[in-house]
């Protein structure tokens, strides 16, 4: 199968503490985006690369956020010194730029968080 | 900036019966916009598109117009079946690069397609 990955696919992690999720993009697509769901909500855009440059982050990534996509294939988001406010379930999608403004991106399963 | 609001839901019909799920938008510029659909225990999968104003964009029987005069994206289908049990995603995108290039996403309508 050719789809997004992401892993793990849950994480119960205690307040404080470190996590790191990865996030495999379809095979030719150069483009990867990070949002974040939490329960009743439409996902919120976080970040996203171009390749592996980080072309945008909004200002929900907080200074606790980072994230990477080393030699522009697969990626990592990590939250420093996790807050129960970080529970949520964080999605992963990649697409083509060059399918121009309409590209369709492709979303993973995401990624559900627990802080406690 | 952007915004994309959706009816609440959830919304509960009879199977066979006529659907529209009303999505309207704010934007800046010249979005292209996406109906997105994620059934349960599934991942967020394109439903359809449109990317200029008075584009349908169709599929699985389901249709949407993209109407710039009034801003909005509805989501229609004739005659739902109890497979389109789900929950329903409006979202725009920016062209310009202004801005971020995620998408914008509405709140969800649940539906609910009673047999």
């Known amino acids: 199968d050719t789809g997004v990955s992401q892993n793990p696919r849950h994480k119960i992690t205690k307040r404080g503490q470190n996590v790191t999720f990865r996030c495999d993009p379809i095979?030719?697509?150069?483009?990867l985006y990070w949002y974040r769901q939490t329960l009743g909500q439409g996902p919120e855009f976080l970040t996203y690369f171009q390749n592996e440059a980080q072309l945008e982050k909004s200002r929900l990534l907080s200074d606790r956020f980072s994230a990477e996509r080393p030699k522009g294939s697969f990626s990592t988001l990590e939250i420093q010194r996790t807050e129960q406010g970080d529970s949520a379930m964080y999605l992963c999608a990649s697409s083509l730029s060059s399918e121009g403004f309409g590209e369709t991106q492709y979303f993973g399963p995401g990624t559900r968080l627990l802080v406690l | 900036g952007d915004s994309v609001t959706q009816m609440e839901g959830p919304v509960t019909l009879s199977e066979e019966a006529f659907l529209t799920i009303n999505c309207t938008y704010t934007?800046?510029?010249?979005?292209?916009l996406f109906w997105y659909v994620q059934y349960p225990g599934e991942g967020l999968q394109l439903l359809l598109k449109?990317?200029?104003?008075?584009d349908k964009g169709s599929n699985k029987g389901f249709e949407a117009t993209y109407r710039k005069e009034t801003t909005s994206f509805h989501l229609e289908k004739g005659s739902v079946q109890v497979s389109d049990s789900a929950v329903y995603f409006c979202?725009?995108?920016?062209?310009?690069?202004?801005?971020?290039?995620?998408?914008?996403f509405g709140k969800g309508t649940h539906l609910i397609i009673q047999p």
């Open positions: 934007a800046t510029g010249y979005p292209s």
């Open positions: 095979s030719e697509h150069n483009r």
């Open positions: 979202a725009l995108k920016e062209r310009s690069g202004g801005g971020a290039d995620g998408l914008t």
């Open positions: 449109a990317t200029k104003a008075d």
